[in-house]
């Protein structure tokens, strides 16, 4: 008697796909592309997909291993796409775990002063950033500063 | 100008190999991060007090016109979001 040819199971590696490119998305933000807010709602709706799809190919491949061929396969699989996607969710997690700063200074108040180091072990103050470009002593006074304050660790 | 818990002499590596020509100031215990209320506890590589990211846009007065405070670490503030506040500021 012929044996019935099995269906792939597509549904593993479109899981596989779908967790991989949620990793991916990830690496998108380096290239700066126009909508990177929206890249980490692009990450965890691509990893809750493959999460979802990888749940229908399970099912198909241990519930229906007469239809689908590659039950074992698709065992190995589902072990790369948790990695795949539980990374992906632990980064989404960390990323945004950051503290609420609404004590922190507001458009309308002043910001309170310092006197912290550069580079070269210089101390400057707010009003030192006032007086004229470090780089260039006869350009004009700066109208605005931007204070941009970075977590550091490179 | 930038501000990190970084210490001079790595503020000055990094300023050197990107090629900044911008201040950086260090705040190594981040004092000022603390009078900012800018301090993430824990938030370093190991687990050190480091600043949450945020930028201020100030005026000579000192008054900030312009504040984002990222609530995600790996979205960047686009330079022409920055630039705009900038031009309007007298």
């Known amino acids: ?154 | 100008m930038a501000i990190s818990v970084d210490s001079p002499t790595v503020s000055l590596d990094l300023s050197k190999k990107a090629g900044y020509t911008f201040t950086i100031l260090s705040d190594p215990d981040a004092t000022v991060i603390r009078r900012y209320h800018l301090l993430h506890v824990g938030g370093g590589p190991d687990g050190q007090d480091i600043a949450r990211p945020a930028e201020f846009l100030i005026d000579r007065g000192k008054i900030v016109r312009w504040a984002n405070f990222a609530e995600d670490v790996r979205v960047r503030v686009r330079a022409d979001e920055m630039l705009a506040a900038a031009s309007q500021v007298r």
Do not use: C
């Open chain 1, 1 to 154: 008697m012929p044996e019935v040819s099995k269906r792939s199971n597509s549904a593993a590696w479109l899981a596989l796909l779908l967790a991989v490119g949620a990793l991916a998305a990830n690496f998108a933000f380096f290239l700066n592309p126009p909508l990177q807010a929206a890249l980490p709602w692009l990450s965890l709706l691509l990893a809750i997909a493959a999460l979802i799809v990888l749940v229908i190919g399970l099912r198909r491949a241990v519930l229906q291993w007469q239809i689908y061929r590659g039950k074992v396969l698709s065992i190995f699989l589902a072990v790369l796409i948790l990695m795949f996607a539980g990374a992906s969710l632990f980064v989404f997690y960390h990323a945004r775990a950051l503290p609420n700063s609404t004590a922190a200074p507001q458009v309308g108040e002043q910001l309170p002063d310092f006197r912290l180091a550069d580079a070269s072990g210089q101390f400057v103050s707010l009003d030192n950033l006032f007086a004229s470009s470090p780089n260039d002593p006869s350009s004009p006074a700066p109208k605005a500063v931007l204070l941009i304050f970075y977590r550091g660790y490179w």
